[in-house]
Nanobody
Framework: QVQLVESGGGLVQAGGSLRLSCAAS????????MGWHRQAPGKQRELVAD???????NYADSVKDRFTISRDNAKSTVYLQMNNLKPEDTGVYYCSLRPTYSRSWNYWGQGTQVTVSS
């Protein structure tokens, strides 16, 4: 069984930075893709960034050049460094895990709130 626990959310002013962390339990982390998603109030959840087991990254256009996803397989942890935050980045951020045998994000964390004030 895989469990994902996010941390690092909070309140920050526009232009500020936050780093989110997601620690995974279980033995499949290093073999899995990891993602960060967010859901703003009244909007659908969207993929912000993901990283493959080999370290290839992908970003939503809205966060390119501001956010960086990374992973530490030794710690079973994925990070999202968020710089130059904007009010529209406000939302609940979720990490997710996609095993090698799946095309879906099979596992989700409980979410962490990020609020960016103008």
């Amino acid at each position: 069984q895989v469990q994902l626990v996010e941390s690092g959310g909070g309140l920050v002013q526009a232009g500020g930075s936050l780093r989110l962390s997601c620690a995974a339990s279980g033995s499949i982390f290093s073999l899995s893709a990891m993602g960060w998603h967010r859901q703003a109030p009244g909007k659908q959840r969207e993929l912000v960034a993901d990283i493959t087991r080999w370290g290839t990254t992908n970003y939503a256009d809205s966060v390119k050049d501001r956010f960086t996803i990374s992973r530490d397989n030794a710690k079973s942890t994925v990070y999202l460094q968020m710089n130059n935050l904007k009010p529209e980045d406000t939302g609940v951020y979720y990490c997710s895990l996609r095993p090698t045998y799946s095309r879906s994000w099979n596992y989700w964390g409980q979410g962490t709130q990020v609020t960016v004030s103008s």
